[in-house]
């Protein structure tokens, strides 16, 4: 994947959280991850078969990881 930004090649890598990668709309208190409200959206795409590791581009000039969670978005290595 190229980096929206500069369009350079980005770095495939992981982000892992034991709980699960999720994403919300309002900040959560980590104590209470574990029973994320009803606006949680479990990340996945491909790199595990739980919800706990997702693909992660980095691009290290602009300081920006990239998360696609589309069909199509297994990296291709
Ligand atoms: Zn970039």
Not at 3 to 31: H, S
Request: with cysteine.
């Amino acid at each position: 994947m190229n980096c929206p930004f500069c369009n350079k090649e980005m770095e495939l890598g992981y982000i892992q959280c034991r709980d699960g990668v999720t994403w919300t709309p309002k900040k959560q208190l980590v104590a209470a991850l574990s029973i994320l409200g009803k606006a949680a959206f479990p990340i996945e795409n491909g790199a595990a078969d739980n919800s706990r590791t997702v693909y992660a581009y980095r691009c290290k000039d602009c300081k920006k990881i990239v998360i696609d969670y589309s069909e199509d978005s297994k990296p291709l290595k």
